[in-house]
């Protein structure tokens, strides 16, 4: 396990997420038609695929993650699609030339992708989201000793808050229209947002 | 699921291909990013106006591209929000130098879509508004939810501000007319089946013979509350009470009274609810000047229907009459 | 069976009613016997037509009165055939002086109650021609069968004759366009599911998910063959096939392509078709110079479409942009 | 069993009939369903009820039939309409002023009727239509020696003429459009015309 990432590792990430999507676009649609209208996983799988497709030869982790942002933007749609976008280019932006991202360096990125997110989504954690995975993951990380134990706890603690969603009422997004009936189902962009950190973990080593 | 579709993933485009093909003489279709344009965008001197949403909503909003309402509109996948590239795109396109009004549906997709292709739109210094309709009743405004949904009142709105932006209307004017129309209607909707998303393959939900779902949106999703089955009577009743109670309307109200269609039901239903929805607001002292029945704002093959009721004023019946030449809505000219 | 309405036996009229409340500047309802009439019928001097025929196939034929194409529309009860008494009194009601056309879809029992009904308008000395259109290809003409059926080529020359008799042409003029209308245009329909009469209750005929009816007419019966479902393409192959045959349509041709709707089907699949077919026509030398893409002519909520082509000449062109102003079908005024 | 029917009778026979259809109206649109457009029992309660219901007291049993074939062709609509109000009316035109009909008027009239529907539809027997019912129906009340045998030999008749259209290829009407898919299912028209001429035999004794 190395405790910085480059360039490699990211699109190792990148390539990994993608393949998730893909495979378990069904399942996060699933989650979506239950509480939503049934398209997150096709979303995100077109989104991902994309990125893997565009993702060329960038000089450096920041200009990947900058330009992974703006091809999710442009190819995701809906409300994930701007949410994962700032995700990433907020992150990207945080990486700058760092041809090398450390411990410290990914719990300022996480950090920046978490504000960037809530800046554009204005969710807090409780409201359903992937806010509630997201937000204990960037937690997770920031209190782990290294890289290696921090992606793995941060991979950890949002599988643990998506599964948290489950009894919560949403008050954010699509599900927010339904009131108690969304009590008892999994916020799809939570669980996507774990499967994300699940692949960064994979990735890392 | 049995559809007249080749491949989920093409549906979108390929509908486009045939909207190009259909209406060569109304609007123009872009590919990569999608939207579409009126054919003869842009028109110097006037507001542009410029709408888009997922796909699954047709004629919304590519139908109403044309002379008397929409400049563009800009599709997404099935139910799935446009991106910003795409309406950015369209704002450049049919900006003829008076300015755009983005019509946006109340979606956190389409809102925040939207909201970066204005900022990146005026980055480039086209002024850009935007409003975002959120006349649907079912959902209650308040801080546990994500607001009030866009629904049938977009389609008049867009047909008015259309109206007033072809008669020579400036950016403010038009926007503010957008603010009023969607501060004057309010719309409900129920759902007798459900549908099914392409790449999805199966409904949305299940209902029993005897179900329904009430207080939908647009995007399959389930509603408020699952009911038993009413007569049409009796839905009308269930959708006209909140819809006139929530404005609200009054006496001596004139309004425009519209039932649309969710894409599966037959038309024939609808003039049964028309006809119910007709008599309950002159009951309530709404005189119903203006009409619209059909399947306009539209979820797949969604069985169901919606009522949207617009407390009109002069200048509201003044750009509705007005000649409007789009795909599927065309009058006057 | 889940619809939006009160009663089985109360559907037609009730819906009648609320296109009286939606339409009444367009047209004017009439009770026992039921029949539309465009708001200002008679016109005096003009040749009216007259159409009718069961009713769950809307918008037509009530949808298509009013300026620049119907004068009078008779509903019968649900998939059956109007009787006289409507008719006559239709042709009645809006009989100009010059002569009264109906338009009459080849099915038993339309053409034995119009026949009685001009026979009586005659005995009332009201010019009386009757054109029986049958453009289904699905049907052999031949001893062994009725005919062919009237289908979605019924639409196209009831605008195109409106809009000629609107312009002045005599009876005899209206009466052979007509007949040229329906003896250059051939249709072709699928359908992916059954309807449900009301009165019935039930489907008028099972599919499996991967099976279609290919050769369908508009009463929700079955058609000539079940199939395994296929792609849009493969359909619009497999529709457009016997329709370029047939007639034939050669190179050099310029057609109206008309993607109809059954009902249940949304439009962007209907777009999706259109695609297709007008790839297939081009293919096939036929220019497409005038399109019509809805649900136009419908059997309640079936799922599914037909392809109707039309060879145009010079005056059918004239007449088709020419203006219309009905509930359904509206442009140039 | 009486030698002559007059107006009593006939009322009789008329509301037998709408009850019959009344009460069958569904298997009589399933009938419909399976080779036609499933309306054909609706078409025919719709119509009876309504002879029923303006039959008021007409001045013969001829003024009945033919009043009663007039509210037919004004309600029922679809082909049988037509068909069933001809029948009625040529009935009526054939019986005069004739204040009871006996075994040799009732052959004019049904052959009268059979005449006029033959005419009206251009159906020939054989092409699964209601003239498979009729027509041996006519001819077996002919054969008979007198009204009461002759009424029930013409309802039999009519039932096997109805049965017998099963295996048949239609030429006529909306079955004709299915080809060999009409086989194996029997003629609804057929059918609704062995019961009218059942309950003309119950009605006369
Ligand atoms: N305001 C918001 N802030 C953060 N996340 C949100 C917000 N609204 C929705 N989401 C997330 O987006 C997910 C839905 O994404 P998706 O289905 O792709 O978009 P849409 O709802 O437009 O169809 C939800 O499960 C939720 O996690
Ligand atoms: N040309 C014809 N001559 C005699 N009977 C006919 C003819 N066409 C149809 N029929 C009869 O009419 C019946 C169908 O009647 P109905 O269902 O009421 O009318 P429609 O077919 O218009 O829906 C058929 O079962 C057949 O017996
Ligand atoms: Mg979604
Ligand atoms: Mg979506
Ligand atoms: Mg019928
Ligand atoms: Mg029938």
Same mark, same amino acid.
């Given at each position: 396990?190395?405790?910085?990432?480059?360039?490699g590792e990211?699109?190792?990430?990148?390539?990994?997420?993608?393949?998730?999507?893909?495979?378990?676009?069904?399942?996060?649609?699933?989650?979506?038609a239950?509480?939503?209208?049934?398209?997150?996983?096709?979303?995100?799988?077109?989104?991902?695929?994309a990125?893997?497709?565009?993702i060329?030869?960038?000089?450096?982790?920041?200009?990947?993650?900058?330009?992974?942002?703006?091809v999710?933007?442009?190819?995701?749609g809906?409300?994930s699609?701007?949410?994962?976008?700032?995700?990433?280019v907020?992150?990207?932006?945080?990486?700058?030339?760092?041809?090398?991202?450390?411990?410290?360096?990914?719990?300022?990125?996480?950090?920046?992708g978490l504000?960037?997110v809530?800046?554009?989504?204005?969710?807090?954690?409780?409201?359903?989201?992937m806010?509630?995975?997201?937000d204990?993951?960037?937690?997770?990380?920031?209190?782990?000793?290294?890289?290696?134990t921090?992606?793995?706890?941060a991979?950890?603690a949002?599988?643990?808050?998506?599964?948290?969603?489950?009894?919560?009422i949403?008050?954010?997004?699509?599900?927010?229209?339904?009131g108690?009936?969304?009590?008892?189902?999994?916020?799809?962009?939570?669980?996507?947002?774990?499967?994300?950190?699940?692949?960064?973990?994979?990735?890392?080593? | 699921?049995?559809?007249?579709?080749?491949?989920?993933?093409?549906?979108?485009?390929?509908?486009?291909a045939?909207?190009?093909?259909?209406?060569?003489?109304?609007?123009?279709?872009?590919?990569?990013?999608?939207?579409?344009t009126?054919?003869?965008?842009?028109?110097?001197?006037?507001?542009?106006?410029?709408?888009?949403g997922?796909?699954?909503?047709?004629?919304m909003?590519?139908?109403?591209?044309?002379?008397?309402?929409?400049?563009?509109?800009?599709?997404?996948?099935?139910?799935?929000?446009?991106?910003p590239?795409?309406?950015?795109?369209?704002?450049?396109?049919?900006?003829?130098?008076?300015?755009?009004?983005?019509?946006?549906?109340?979606?956190?997709?389409?809102?925040?879509?939207?909201?970066m292709?204005?900022?990146?739109?005026?980055?480039e210094?086209?002024?850009?508004?935007?409003?975002?309709?959120d =006349?649907?009743v079912?959902?209650?405004?308040?801080?546990?939810?994500?607001?009030?949904? $866009?629904? !049938? %009142? +977009?389609? #008049?709105? /867009?047909?008015?501000?259309?109206?007033?932006?072809?008669?020579?209307?400036d950016?403010?004017?038009v926007?503010?007319?957008?603010?009023?129309?969607?501060?004057?209607?309010?719309s409900?909707?129920?759902?007798l089946?459900?549908c099914t998303?392409?790449?999805?393959?199966?409904?949305?939900?299940?209902?029993?013979?005897?179900?329904?779902?009430?207080?939908?949106?647009?995007?399959?999703?389930?509603?408020?509350?699952?009911?038993?089955?009413?007569?049409?009577?009796?839905?009308?009743?269930?959708?006209?009470?909140p819809?006139?109670? =929530?404005?609200?309307?009054?006496?001596?109200?004139?309004?425009?009274?519209?039932?649309? $269609?969710? !894409? %599966? +039901?037959? #038309?024939? /239903?609808?003039?049964?609810?028309?006809?119910?929805?007709h008599?309950?607001?002159?009951?309530h002292?709404v005189?119903?000047?203006r009409?619209?029945?059909?399947?306009?704002?539209?979820s797949?093959e969604?069985a169901?229907?919606?009522?949207?009721?617009?407390?009109?004023?002069?200048?509201?019946?003044k750009?509705w009459?007005?000649?409007?030449?789009?795909?599927?809505?065309?009058?006057?000219?």
């Open positions: 396990m190395a405790s910085q990432l480059g360039i990211l699109a190792d990430w990148l390539g990994r997420a993608a393949t998730r999507y893909a495979a378990g676009q069904g399942y996060l649609c699933d989650l979506d239950a509480i939503g209208d049934g398209d997150h996983g096709a979303n995100l799988a077109r989104g991902f695929t990125v893997v497709a565009k060329g030869t960038p000089a450096s982790p920041g200009a990947m993650l900058k330009s992974s942002g703006m999710l933007i442009s190819t995701v809906g409300a699609g701007p949410l994962y976008g700032t995700l990433f907020d992150m990207g932006k945080m990486a700058g030339d760092a041809p090398l991202l450390d411990k410290d360096a990914w719990t300022d990125l996480l950090k920046a504000a960037g809530m800046a554009r989504g204005k969710a807090q954690p409780g409201d359903k989201t806010i509630d995975a997201l204990p993951a960037v937690a997770a990380f920031a209190a782990a000793p290294n890289l290696g921090g992606l793995a706890a991979a950890q949002a599988a643990a808050g998506a599964a948290a969603t489950v009894p919560m949403a008050r954010k997004g699509r599900a927010s229209y339904l108690e009936r969304a009590i008892g189902h999994q916020d799809p962009g939570a669980t996507s947002l774990a499967w994300l950190l699940e692949a960064l973990a994979q990735a890392a080593g | 699921m049995k559809k007249l579709i080749n491949a989920p993933d093409k549906v979108v485009d390929e509908a486009l045939g909207m190009a093909a259909a209406h060569g003489n109304l609007i123009k279709v872009h590919t990569d990013p999608n939207f579409i009126r054919a003869d965008a842009p028109v110097p001197g006037k507001v542009a106006i410029v709408s888009g997922g796909s699954g909503h047709e004629p909003h590519g139908g109403f591209v044309g002379r008397g309402m929409l400049d563009a509109a800009c599709p997404g996948a099935m139910f799935t929000s446009p991106t590239d795409q309406m950015l795109a369209a704002t450049k396109a049919v900006n003829g130098g008076a300015g755009v009004l983005h019509i946006v549906k109340n979606y956190t997709g389409d809102v925040m879509n939207f909201e292709a204005a900022d990146l739109a005026k980055e210094r086209i002024a850009v508004n935007a409003v975002v309709t =006349d649907d079912a959902v209650q405004d308040s801080l546990y939810t994500a607001g009030r949904r $866009g629904v !049938g %009142g +977009t389609v #008049l709105a /867009e047909k008015i501000c259309g109206g007033a932006a072809e008669a020579g209307a950016l403010d004017a926007t503010s007319l957008c603010r009023e129309v969607n501060a004057s209607v309010r409900m909707g129920v759902a089946s459900a998303v392409p790449h999805v393959g199966k409904p949305g939900f299940t209902l029993a013979d005897d179900e329904i779902e009430f207080g939908i949106g647009i995007h399959g999703e389930p509603g408020r509350k699952r009911l038993k089955h009413a007569s049409a009577d009796t839905l009308a009743e269930m959708l006209m009470e819809v006139l109670s =929530d404005l609200p309307f009054t006496r001596g109200d004139h309004a425009l009274l519209f039932v649309n $269609g969710m !894409g %599966g +039901t037959p #038309l024939i /239903e609808l003039y049964v609810l028309f006809r119910k929805a008599e309950i607001a002159s009951k002292g005189t119903i000047s009409s619209l029945v059909g399947s306009y704002i539209t797949l969604m169901g229907a919606s009522i949207s009721l617009l407390r009109l004023n002069e200048t509201m019946v750009y009459d007005a000649p409007v030449v789009t795909p599927a809505l065309r009058w006057g000219a």
